[in-house]
């Protein structure tokens, strides 16, 4: 009885774990699209190459949009060839292919939760987080952990990978009445 209750607990918590972090993806969908609120991205340089279709956020890069804030280094947008042009609003393709975040990466959601890794990456197309170098997500005492996390976006999915000696940890913490932790 008391390993089936374990379980129960354990599989309510992962859920929630699941449940916050597509909620906290998104936030992400809403960075890459146009939904009428502004994104404010501050930085110590900026930088468009053209001829390579990329933006650069350099020193101190805050993003903040409504439901969430990323902090990083450095932040790198890739976009389609056919946003180069202006063809945004006539092609469908026109847009970001992708963002990578580098450099101590926190992603922190306004309704809770935080994301943290070396490194991001978005690929707008698959709608597709990859976190590595330390990825954690975090959720008030709760936590998972690996050498790399993929979220992927349409599928409401989350999967947490080791390597080698590195396994992937889950940090659960059961919770009593009125949603407060059991000791």
Do not use: H
């Not at 709760?142 to 590195?166: C, M, P």
Request: glycine residues 10%; aromatic residues 8%; charged residues 25%.
């Amino acid at each position: 009885m008391k390993s089936s209750i374990r379980l129960q607990t354990f599989f309510s918590l992962l859920g929630a774990l699941v449940l916050f972090f597509s909620l906290a993806s998104g936030a992400v969908k809403d960075f890459v699209k146009d939904t009428g609120e502004p994104i404010v991205i501050r930085s110590d340089s900026l930088e468009v190459i053209g001829s390579k279709n990329t933006i650069s956020f350099k020193g101190s890069v805050t993003a903040k949009a409504s439901g969430f804030e990323m902090q990083c280094d450095e932040m790198r947008v890739f976009y389609t060839k056919a946003a180069s042009k202006g063809l945004e609003k006539d092609n469908p393709e026109a847009g970001i292919d992708r963002i990578e975040a580098s450099g101590s990466v926190r992603v922190v959601r306004t309704e809770g939760g935080v994301a943290t890794a070396d490194k991001a990456e978005f690929f707008q197309k698959d709608e597709k987080v990859i976190l590595t170098g330390n990825p954690v997500l975090t959720q008030e005492r709760d936590s998972v952990q690996g050498t790399r996390i993929t979220i992927y976006l349409k599928e409401n999915r989350i999967l947490v990978d080791g390597a080698g000696d590195k396994k992937v940890k889950a940090t659960i913490f059961p919770k009593g009445q009125g949603g407060t932790a059991t000791k």
